[in-house]
């Protein structure tokens, strides 16, 4: 199994800064088949990015991915109050298709 | 528009069974992995399994294999995630999801169905 680690597990932030979220992987993940989840708190996740880098339809150009191999990050530019969520990183290559435990943003 | 709409709560005792379903529309049910992804209280995301309608083809996470069961009725475009005998321990909410040309990328969510096992 593919264990991923995100980090920090929590952040305490304000809107309008910008924050990376990282994502590792214990074994390198190919293709970069790795995506990015928002879930608001009640809500299903929806998802973010794939790819490591494709905004899925409808993500605002604020939210961007990058990486390769083991190590992962999704940026957010310019926090907007609805962005305080849980993000979670996943990769969907191999069996089983694996989260990360998830980073949450808090509004300081 | 593709919707996976999920039954609703449900409150369970320990050693009952249940089997919670969600219906697709919007798409071509029979040619898209379904599966369903757990979320304990407080937790984070873990795929149980997922099946291809065509077929019925299924596969389950380690974690999940023989502990759930998941089936499909394509009949009525309907994906179903059942337990035989339920524990404390599978109190979560479950959502059902579809991927696309990645079965495993997950574009679609169900709203999710609340079980709640207690005596």
């Known amino acids: 199994e593919n264990v991923l680690t995100q980090s920090p597990g929590t952040l305490s932030l304000s809107p309008g800064e910008r924050i990376t979220l990282s994502c590792r992987a214990r074994?390198?993940?190919?293709?970069?088949?790795v995506a990015w989840y928002q879930q608001n708190t009640g809500q299903a996740p929806r998802l973010l990015i794939y790819?490591?880098?494709i905004r899925a339809t409808g993500i605002p150009d604020r939210f961007s991915g990058s990486g390769s191999g083991t190590d992962f990050t999704l940026t957010i530019s310019r926090l907007e109050p609805e962005d305080f969520a849980v993000y979670y990183c996943?990769?969907?290559?191999?069996?089983?298709?694996?989260f990360g435990q998830g980073t949450k943003l808090e509004i300081k | 528009e593709v919707q996976l709409v999920q039954s609703g709560a449900e409150v369970k005792k320990p050693g009952e069974s249940l089997k919670i379903s969600c219906k697709g529309s919007?798409?071509?049910?029979?040619?898209?992995?379904i599966g369903w992804v757990r979320q304990m209280p407080g937790k984070g995301l873990e795929w149980m399994g997922s099946?291809?309608?065509?077929?019925?083809?299924?596969k389950y996470s380690p974690s999940f294999q023989g502990q759930v069961t998941i089936s499909v009725d394509k009949s009525i475009t309907t994906a179903y995630l059942q337990w035989n005998s339920l524990k404390a321990s599978d109190t979560a909410m479950y959502y059902c999801?579809?991927?696309?040309?990645?079965?495993?990328?997950?574009?679609?969510w169900g709203q999710g169905s609340l079980v709640t096992v207690s005596s």
């Open positions: 790819g490591a880098s």
């Open positions: 074994q390198s993940i190919s293709s970069n088949l």
């Open positions: 919007g798409y071509s049910f029979i040619t898209q992995w």
């Open positions: 099946i291809y309608p065509t077929d019925s083809e299924t």
């Open positions: 996943q990769h969907y290559g191999d069996s089983p298709y694996t």
């Open positions: 999801v579809r991927g696309g040309y990645y079965p495993y990328l997950f574009h679609y």
